[in-house]
């Protein structure tokens, strides 16, 4: 009886953070291009020799993804915690099988919204453009 409606509660939980998920990986997919984070907001200004620095290269091309391998590497632990400490889970292979079930729907939206972040970033730059 309770552990239906807490796994059901969890799910349900999931399903919102799986929606608002989407919204720090394509933060960081714009940040992985100065030229994207600029359009995204224009106040940032850049100076030329920064970049051109190793600086730049540095906060473009790794600390974007450093940020989302945290995001990810946090994920199984919390995952787990949830199962193990809300909904009551005892076994080890059902707190497994849920926690990589649970990890690789995330994992899902991780790729999805990464594929698809930066055709609807330019697609909806254009229609705010040219409408």
Request: net charge positive; glycine share 2%.
């Amino acid at each position: 009886g309770q552990s239906i409606v807490r796994h059901f509660f969890v799910e349900v939980a999931l399903l919102v953070g799986l929606a608002f998920w989407s919204v720090p990986v394509t933060l960081l997919q714009a940040w992985c291009s100065m030229d994207r984070l600029q359009k995204i907001f224009p106040w940032i200004e850049i100076p030329l020799h920064v970049l051109r620095s190793d600086l730049y290269a540095l906060v473009t091309l790794y600390l974007p993804v450093l940020a989302l391998l945290c995001f990810l590497e946090s994920m199984p632990v919390l995952l787990h915690m949830l199962s193990f400490r809300y909904e009551g889970v005892k076994s080890w292979s059902s707190l497994q099988m849920r926690t990589m079930r649970r990890y690789w729907r995330f994992q899902l939206a991780t790729m999805v919204v990464t594929a698809l972040s930066i055709s609807v970033w330019d697609s909806l730059k254009n229609i705010v453009d040219h409408p």
